[in-house]
């Protein structure tokens, strides 16, 4: 099936560092996610995005995190600064169409916060 | 509050077996549930999905049963194989929202 692929499989990082999350979605596909699951608990939604915009954030996307795709590059998660609370693993999502599309996960990206 | 629910936690069936998940979920509002399946160390990867217009949704050895009134829904794996052990989990969309996850039900298939 279609491809997400994500970059880095594993972070580690001091808290209060800059971290960048990369994501690369499937081709011809327009809406684009985060979410975050941490040991234990459900995988949660973050973030979707849709034509260089924001469409719709949950509450655990805090102040601190931005999300951006310039150029049709990579979809990027970005953390600043990071606390130890956003340990967790994030996966990207990509879809095709917005309103119940079928979404495609990537392996996600293991973040440590020390 | 968990907004969509699995249960059980873990599940072991023989091989040939029908292995039964099971999704509740609370709000009335969601209409769309795909189903994901995860091995380790990957990520959910769509198995199967149904939209609340229809009560049962088949592809191939998978089924979904819906029940809207009760606001549940099943996923069952007929004639199971080895290679069906994996994380199975239940998500809830309402039109142009994220997904809202279960907890995942562990399925092991025995030989």
């Known amino acids: 099936g279609p491809k997400v692929l994500q970059i880095p499989s594993h972070q580690i990082i001091d808290m209060g560092q800059m971290v960048t999350l990369n994501c690369d979605p499937v081709s011809n596909h327009l809406y684009f996610y985060w979410y975050k699951q941490i040991l234990g608990q459900q995988m949660e939604f973050l973030v979707n995005f849709y034509n260089g915009k924001v469409m719709e954030k949950s509450k655990l996307f805090k102040d601190q995190f931005s999300v951006e795709r310039p150029d049709g590059s990579y979809f990027t998660l970005k953390i600043q600064p990071t606390a130890l609370e956003d340990s967790a693993v994030y996966f990207c999502a990509s879809s095709l169409a917005g309103g119940l599309g079928e979404q495609y996960f990537g392996p996600g990206t293991r973040l440590t916060v020390l | 509050q968990q907004q969509v629910r699995q249960s059980p936690q873990s599940l072991t069936v023989w091989e040939g077996e029908t292995a039964i998940l099971n999704c509740s979920y609370e709000?009335?509002?969601?209409?769309?549930f795909p189903w994901y399946q995860q091995f380790p160390g990957e990520g959910p990867a769509l198995l199967i999905s149904?939209?609340?217009?229809?009560d049962k949704k088949e592809d191939g050895r998978f089924t979904i049963f819906f029940n809207k009134r009760e606001k549940k829904l099943s996923l069952h794996i007929t004639d199971s194989q080895p290679g069906d052990s994996a994380t199975y989990f239940c998500a809830a969309e309402r039109y142009a929202q994220g997904l809202t996850f279960g907890l995942g039900t562990r399925v092991s298939v025995f030989p």
């Open positions: 709000d009335s509002t969601f209409n769309y």
């Open positions: 149904i939209r609340s217009v229809s």
